[in-house]
T-cell receptor, first 110, second 112 residues
Framework: RKEVEQDPGPFNVPEGATVAFNCTYS??????FFWYRQDCRKEPKLLMS???SGNEDGRFTAQLNRASQYISLLIRDSKLSDSATYLCVVNIPNAGKSTFGDGTTLTVKP | EAQVTQNPRYLITVTGKKLTVTCSQN?????MSWYRQDPGLGLRQIYY???????DKGDVPEGYKVSRKEKRNFPLILESPSPNQTSLYFCASSPRRGYEQYFGPGTRLTVT
């Protein structure tokens, strides 16, 4: 079983739709979590950190469920510009390793 | 401007010819890391460094070397490249381990 798993998609949604991605992790010692966005094999860019209490940034909401060991990303009112691959990252603070999910591809259509 | 730079951006080389990909950051970050990205396999960590002179293996270290003699630089060395090292390589830095990472623009390497 992979340490971090994401549904690869693709997710094809119309503009204005709400879409949610999940990312499950296997190591219960994981402590820090992030969502990144990657466009067309360019460098990943930080979208948002994921805090225990959940956090929101505009149309984006990230949540953490420690009991079930997953994080989620919710995008409301999807824009064409949201089309990208979304990567989750899970870190174990006492180790230096950083594990990425394989990414979920989102295409927003007019 | 705060950034992570990598050089070269594109490289085509032949099997066995030693090469170095440089990575530099100007944010005084403690943590630096190298990843490779292949279709269908996502980003896989090659090596990371939690501070100067401290390096450790990631998930796919075979065939690679790194060094961290200065805080800002973290070069990736391929002593004897092989075709299976053809990939897209990213360097990243972070204020500390476990914090958010900032990526360089990537290096597309082709080994023939």
């Amino acid at each position: 079983r992979k340490e971090v798993e994401q549904d690869p998609g693709p997710f094809n949604v119309p503009e204005g739709a709400t879409v949610a991605f999940n990312c499950t992790y296997s190591n219960s010692a994981s402590q820090s979590f992030f969502w990144y966005r990657q466009d067309c094999r360019k460098e990943p860019k930080l979208l948002m950190s994921v805090y225990s209490s959940g956090n929101e940034d505009g149309r984006f909401t990230a949540q953490l469920n420690r009991a079930s060991q997953y994080i989620s990303l919710l995008i409301r009112d999807s824009k064409l510009s949201d089309s990208a691959t979304y990567l989750c990252v899970v870190n174990i603070p006492n180790a230096g390793k950083s594990t990425f999910g394989d990414g979920t591809t989102l295409t927003v259509k007019p | 401007e705060a950034q992570v730079t990598q050089n070269p951006r594109y490289l085509i080389t032949v099997t066995g010819k030693k090469l170095t990909v440089t990575c530099s950051q100007n944010m005084n970050h403690e943590y630096m890391s190298w990843y490779r990205q292949d279709p269908g396999l996502g980003l896989r960590q090659i090596y990371y460094s939690m501070n100067v002179e401290v390096t450790d293996k990631g998930d796919v270290p075979e065939g690679y070397k790194v060094s961290r003699k200065e805080k800002r630089n973290f070069p990736l060395i391929l002593e004897s490249p092989s075709p299976n090292q053809t990939s897209l390589y990213f360097c990243a830095s972070s204020p500390r381990r476990g914090y958010e990472q900032y990526f360089g623009p990537g290096t597309r390497l082709t080994v023939t």
